[in-house]
């Protein structure tokens, strides 16, 4: 069973910065990539930015230039800076985890960015 545990959401102003962090804690699970999506209201949820075991990443072309996405695989941990947010970045941000059998999702962490 792996746990997922996030942190570092909150309230920004337009144009601050946040960094979320996702810690994964338990065995039996090899993690292929980590990711952060997210979900605004009445919208699909959508990936932000995902990193693979070897370092390759992949963003949204709406966060692509502001967001950055990082890991700590010694940790298990997997970071998004998030600098020049805007409103319409507010969203629940979900951790997510991929396995050779599985996917993990965390609980979510709010991310709300006032004009």
């Known amino acids: 069973q792996v746990q997922l545990v996030e942190s570092g959401g909150g309230l920004v102003q337009a144009g601050g910065s946040l960094r979320l962090s996702c810690a994964a804690s338990?065995?039996?699970?090899?993690?292929?990539?980590m990711g952060w999506y997210r979900q605004a209201p009445g919208k699909q949820r959508e990936l932000v930015a995902a990193?693979?075991?070897?370092?390759?990443?992949n963003y949204a072309d709406s966060v692509k230039g502001r967001f950055t996405i990082s890991s700590d695989n010694a940790k298990n941990t997997v970071y998004l800076q998030m600098n020049s947010l805007k409103p319409e970045d507010t969203a629940v941000y979900y951790c997510?985890?991929?396995?050779?059998?599985?996917?993990?999702w965390g609980q979510g962490t709010q991310v709300t960015v006032s004009s």
């Open positions: 997510n985890t991929k396995g050779f059998t599985a996917v993990v």
């Open positions: 338990g065995s039996g699970f090899s993690i292929i990539a």
């Open positions: 990193v693979t075991r070897g370092g390759s990443t």
